[in-house]
């Protein structure tokens, strides 16, 4: 069983930065890979970046790519979103997720779509506004 934590959405203006944590308990040996996803009203869930444990490869939807940086902090065991060059298009429910089993988890997050993981943070919230 693995717990997360979401942490540091807020409101921003555009072109603004912000970074969102997600910190991890339980039982961490049993993920295999993390991710953001985020979900504006009336919108699918989208995948945003993923990553793999133990592999230096990230993996982004294009609309984020050189904008977001994910990371992985393995001593304090959290997951970072870095976004910079925030956009009112990233306004969105901000959802961390984490998984054993990963097939193809990079090909979602690089298409923008949803992905289904055994593990989900409640989410926190991300305002752009211009």
């Known amino acids: 069983q693995v717990q997360l934590l979401e942490s540091g959405g807020g409101s921003v203006q555009v072109g603004g930065s912000l970074r969102l944590s997600c910190a991890a308990s339980?039982?961490?040996?049993?993920?295999?890979?993390m991710g953001w996803f985020r979900q504006a009203p009336g919108k699918e869930r989208e995948g945003v970046a993923g990553l793999y444990i133990g592999i230096a490869n990230r993996y982004y939807t294009n609309s984020v790519k050189g904008r977001f940086t994910i990371s992985r902090d393995n001593d304090k065991n959290t997951l970072y979103l870095q976004m910079n060059s925030l956009k009112p298009e990233d306004t969105a429910v901000y959802y961390c997720a984490a998984s054993y089993r990963c097939p193809d988890l990079w090909k979602a997050v690089e298409a923008g779509r949803d992905y289904v993981m055994d593990y989900w943070g409640k989410g926190t919230l991300v305002t752009v506004s211009s």
């Open positions: 339980g039982d961490k040996y049993s993920v295999n890979c």
